[in-house]
């Protein structure tokens, strides 16, 4: 049985930092490609950010800008999404998720395993 366990998330302010963090159980972490989904109420689940199964090869949203940076450890079986400099608009539920294969994708239905989300709520 395969479960992410996310967590990290919280209230912050504007132009503040926030390190998520997703670690999985029940696969073989460093076969899969990470990525970093949100989604905020009414809306559908948008990309973030991706990586490969060593975290060398890293793709990121347009809106991110150089704030947002993944990353993995793959003896922890953990993924991270590190933001900074935090805006209203990345208020949303945060999602990781793991995906076999050995390319690069931005579509949610691609994603094979996913957590369970973690809320980020960015006050102006």
Not at 8 to 17: E, F, H, P, R, T
Not at 34 to 53: C, I, K, L, N, Y
Not at 56 to 73: C, E, L, N, P, Q
Request: proline share 2%; net charge neutral; aromatic share 14%.
């Amino acid at each position: 049985q395969v479960t992410l366990v996310e967590s990290g998330g919280g209230l912050v302010q504007a132009g503040d930092s926030l390190r998520l963090s997703c670690t999985a159980f029940g696969v073989t972490f460093n076969n899969y490609f990470m990525g970093w989904f949100r989604q905020a109420p009414g809306q559908e689940r948008e990309f973030v950010a991706t990586g490969d199964a060593s975290g060398g090869m890293t793709h990121y949203a347009d809106f991110v800008k150089g704030r947002f940076t993944i990353s993995r450890d793959n003896a922890k079986s953990t993924t991270y999404l590190q933001m900074s400099s935090l805006k209203p608009e990345d208020t949303a539920l945060y999602y990781c998720a793991l995906r076999s294969g050995s390319i690069f994708t931005i579509t949610p239905a691609m994603y094979n395993y996913w957590g369970q989300g973690t809320q980020v709520t960015v006050s102006s």
